[in-house]
C-alpha cells in the first residue's frame, strides 16, 4: 500500500498563488508518475499536472494550466508539489495527489489517492 498526504490549500485572491505539496510512503517501490487532479462541486475529476519520479524529467500539463502550474519534485523522490500561479476563478477545487505505475493523465490510471486539498479562488 501506499499513503499520499497532501497539503498547501488555502484561500487566495485571483491572480495569486499556492504551492501544493504531496509526500509518498510505504511500498513506493512500484510507482512511476505522480499526479495532480482536480475537482470541482458536481464537476469531474481532471488532471492538471504529472510527472515521472523515476527520471524526473518528464512532466505534463493540460492547455487549461499551461504556462500557469508547474509540478517538481523536492529533495526526495516521492515527494512532489504542485506550484499554481496567476490563479482564476475556476482553478477553484479540491485537489487531490495521485500515484501509480502508469503516466497517463487520466484518474483511472492512478491506484493511490490522497485525502485532497481544497484551494478557492475568489474577490
Known amino acids: 500500500q501506499v499513503q499520499l498526504v497532501e497539503s498547501g490549500g488555502d484561500s487566495v485572491q485571483p491572480g495569486g498563488s499556492l504551492r501544493l505539496s504531496c509526500a509518498a510512503s510505504?511500498?513506493?517501490?512500484?510507482?512511476?508518475?505522480m499526479a495532480w487532479f482536480r475537482q470541482a462541486p458536481g464537476g469531474r475529476r481532471e488532471g492538471v499536472a504529472r510527472i515521472n519520479v523515476v527520471d524526473n524529467t518528464t512532466t505534463y500539463y493540460p492547455d487549461a494550466v499551461k504556462g500557469r502550474f508547474t509540478i517538481a519534485q523536492g529533495n526526495a523522490k516521492y515527494f512532489v508539489y504542485l506550484q499554481m500561479n496567476s490563479l482564476k476563478v475556476e482553478d477553484t477545487a479540491m485537489y487531490y495527489c495521485?500515484?501509480?505505475?502508469?503516466?497517463?493523465?487520466?484518474?483511472?490510471?492512478?491506484?493511490?489517492w490522497g485525502q485532497g486539498t481544497q484551494v478557492t479562488v475568489s474577490s
Open positions: 510505504g511500498d513506493t517501490g512500484g510507482l512511476r508518475c
Open positions: 495521485a500515484a501509480g505505475p502508469s503516466c497517463l493523465l487520466t484518474a483511472a490510471n492512478y491506484h493511490y
